[in-house]
């Protein structure tokens, strides 16, 4: 089974980067995709946790958004303890496949925007993502990922949308909470 470690900045891309390792999760299964909110528990050291989890994972998905080489308004990346940079360093002294997963148009950096540890990010094969076609973007994802089991055990998320002919219109994203989209209090 294919063990992924997920690599991404909270004030960049947290909410991106749940919604694809919710979608990995469900084909691989959660114990085979590393995200740091949903694999650490309370109290545990995380740098022990994220480095064994990057010595037994077989693929890095580095997400990047449009924030990620200047999250913060600074360059992180630049501070040889970033947490990104670390982790992006060992994948790559180790000779793990890093694929950047590139949020709605984010550019590739450019090897002379990295620091030299990691510019092989710079030439790196990428994935796209976008938020108006997440659910296909990530099933192609996987499909390239596990080629062998393709996107067999892919869930897309569902919305169901009614109508109730008063020019109201409900939305239910799979969940229980339905939403009146010409509710002002609901927007």
């Not at 991404?8 to 919604?19: E, F, G, K, L, Q």
């Not at 994220?50 to 998905?61: F, N, T, Y």
């Not at 590139?102 to 993502?129: K, M, R």
């Not at 892919?154 to 989209?181: D, E, I, S």
């Amino acid at each position: 089974m294919v063990e992924l470690f997920l690599s991404y900045r909270t004030d960049d891309s947290v909410h991106a980067t749940m919604a694809i390792a919710e979608r990995l999760g469900a084909h691989f299964g959660r114990d085979h995709v590393f995200r740091d909110r949903d694999s650490l528990m309370l109290g545990m050291v995380y740098p022990r946790k994220i480095r064994r989890a990057l010595e037994r994972c077989d693929k890095v998905l580095a997400v990047l958004g449009p924030r990620w080489l200047e999250a913060r308004g600074r360059r992180r990346i630049d501070d040889e303890r970033d947490w990104v940079r670390t982790e992006l360093r060992m994948a790559f002294e180790r000779d793990i496949p890093v694929i950047p997963i590139l949020l709605d148009g984010t550019p590739l950096p450019a090897q002379d925007q990295l620091p030299a540890d990691i510019n092989l990010l710079s030439l790196s094969n990428f994935h796209e993502v976008r938020h108006q076609s997440l659910d296909a973007d990530v099933r192609t994802l996987i499909e390239h990922l596990d080629p062998d089991g393709g996107a067999a055990g892919f869930r897309p998320a569902t919305q169901n949308n009614v109508h109730n002919g008063r020019g109201n219109m409900f939305v239910n994203q799979g969940g229980n909470q339905t939403n009146n989209l010409n509710d002002r209090k609901s927007r």
